[in-house]
Structures are given as C-alpha cells and as structure tokens.
C-alpha cells in the first residue's frame, strides 16, 4: 500500500481513535452480535486482540516501516524530530525527578496515531 493512501485510513468499523465511540460501544456491539448467533443455535468462536499496549512501539523501527513502505524522507524527518524531543519524568510530591528520553511509545491523541500504531 502506497503511504498517501494510508495517511487518513481507519476502518468504518474501528472504535478507537473515533469521536463518540468508546471500548464500551464495542463491548455492545460485541455482546449484541453473540447474543444473536446464539439465540440462533449458532456456535459463536472468537479471538481477541490487545491493542491498548501502544507504549511499545519502538521508534526506529517505526521510522524504518515509514522508509520501507515510502514514505516522503520529509514527513519521516519531521516524524523523527517530533518524537527525538520526547521526555519524561516523574513528579513526587515537590520532587521532580530527571528527564529520560521517551524511545517507544505512539503519541495518544493526535490524528497520526492509529495510523503510526497500524504500520
């Protein structure tokens, strides 16, 4: 798939990242669809995938899949100095403790997200 084609692309049927939808729209969804086949005399098999782990995504091997799958060296450049100024750190009561570079991880919120989490 052509990166221009994967900028603004989320399934119509994705709950995440879209405005007035929530994990508790798909677990209604979710149940309303097994209690159908059910109620049917169907058997009902599923599988289910964690995606909330997006913390785990590592940023070189991110800019590497934005190369590969032809990105414009731009829009990567600007994407590697966005998350390069990534920093953390842990406030304890007055305490602030050093900043640490954040290295994985895909920003929550913005536009990009589920496209960056996606590839």
């Known amino acids: 798939m052509v990166a221009h084609n994967m900028i603004n692309y989320t399934d119509p049927l994705q709950f995440g990242f879209q405005k007035d939808l929530s994990c508790s729209s798909a677990l209604f969804v979710l149940s309303q669809t097994v209690d159908y086949f059910v109620q049917h005399g169907s058997n009902v098999f599923m599988a289910a995938l964690d995606a909330r782990r997006v913390d785990r995504v590592n940023h070189v091997k991110l800019f590497e899949k934005l190369i590969e799958r032809g990105f414009p060296g731009g829009?990567?450049?600007?994407?590697?100095?966005w998350?390069?100024?990534t920093f953390s750190c842990v406030m304890w009561g007055d305490c602030l403790s050093y900043s640490v570079?954040?290295?994985?991880g895909i920003r929550q919120g913005s536009i990009l997200s589920p496209m960056l989490f996606n590839i």
Do not use: A, E
């Open 75 to 81: 829009i990567v450049k600007v994407l590697m100095d």
């Open 83 to 85: 998350y390069g100024k």
């Open 101 to 104: 570079c954040v290295r994985s």
